[in-house]
């Protein structure tokens, strides 16, 4: 029915950009100057939109229509890095705001001084999971530090992994005696946001020893049902890494978020660029990337790998 679903939703959807045209069109055959501008700018519109339907073409892999789930971790560099963390977390936000698809934090770990620790984000809407597995590996900064009293330069990295969101069926079976649930509580940064009953989850898969841990909601419940979302991930990427017979193929093969194995490099200091070193693909606006402004990198990641 899902399919079925996407399917008419596709149709439609080409149904009413082919409408956009033909009225488009039929303005334009007036030949009114008052309306130049008007024109030009829905045709402008069409055009984007023609753009990002002929890149949805680069996505046939088995996920990539569905939703995502991305998870940041603070790598080496301190309190600096955990505040990148949390800078990456906004431009994820932001991304995922512009382009139309809804987000869900489903857990987050804070860090002691600034920043946090970790984050996974929920991406939901066509085709995230297919766009932002561009995104997974090492992100590294380069700034003049605001936790350094003599602000210097600082080098930051943080680890991106985005995994496929799997719906709780056949599709992906977790036998009951293959996990270990332990509950606690969650972790906060004090005071009221203490949580004084136990409702985090780690959830332990002792065939892989993969360990999932979700604490952001206040219910037990929903912690345990976020948490085997992202176990049935981690399991559907691990499966279609051994039928591709390649390590990297969905989930990427793990690099430590450090220096030399980063995928992306964000410059703000001597000089500012965005720059992705598998593609090339170089963007100077470092402040537009950083509120959203990513899909020039996914664009080109994704005729990279084509």
């Not at 069409?46 to 603070?74: K, M, V, W």
């Not at 949390?86 to 936000?93: A, D, E, P, V």
């Not at 489903?106 to 620790?117: C, N, Q, R, V």
């Not at 399991?235 to 992306?264: C, N, P, T, V």
Request: proline share 2%; charged share 30%; net charge negative.
């Amino acid at each position: 029915m899902k399919k079925l679903a996407d399917t008419r939703n596709e149709i439609e959807s080409w149904e009413k950009l082919e409408k956009r045209i033909y009225d488009l069109f039929e303005l334009a055959q007036l030949e009114d100057d008052s309306m130049t501008a008007e024109i030009e700018q829905e045709a402008e519109a069409i055009q984007q939109e023609l753009d990002r339907r002929e890149l949805s073409t680069l996505l046939g892999g088995p996920y990539d229509r569905g939703n995502a789930l991305l998870t940041i971790n603070a790598g080496a560099g301190g309190t600096d890095s955990q505040d990148w963390a949390s800078i990456l977390q906004r431009m994820y936000l932001r991304w995922a705001e512009r382009s139309g698809y809804a987000t869900d934090i489903i857990d987050l770990t804070e860090g002691e001084e600034a920043g946090i620790k970790t984050t996974t984000i929920a991406v939901n809407g066509q085709y995230a999971y297919g766009y932002l597995r561009a995104e997974k590996g090492v992100h590294r900064l380069v700034r003049l530090s605001p936790f350094d009293s003599a602000h210097r330069r600082h080098t930051s990295f943080a680890q991106v992994e985005v995994l496929p969101e799997i719906e709780d069926d056949a599709e992906i079976i977790i036998a009951p005696d293959d996990v270990r649930i332990d509950i606690f509580k969650s972790s906060g940064a004090g005071g009221q946001n203490v949580q004084k009953n136990a409702t985090a989850i780690r959830l332990t898969h002792i065939p892989t020893g993969i360990v999932v841990t979700c604490q952001n909601e206040r219910s037990q419940m929903q912690n345990r049902e976020n948490a085997f979302r992202v176990l049935r991930g981690r399991l559907a990427a691990i499966r279609q890494e051994e039928q591709d017979k390649q390590l990297g193929e969905l989930r990427g093969e793990y690099q430590k978020a450090e220096w030399g194995s980063q995928i992306r490099s964000y410059v703000l200091h001597p000089y500012q660029m965005v720059k992705d070193h598998r593609t090339e693909f170089e963007a100077g606006n470092t402040q537009g990337v950083l509120d959203g402004d990513i899909d020039g990198f996914i664009e080109s990641y994704l005729r990279w790998k084509k």
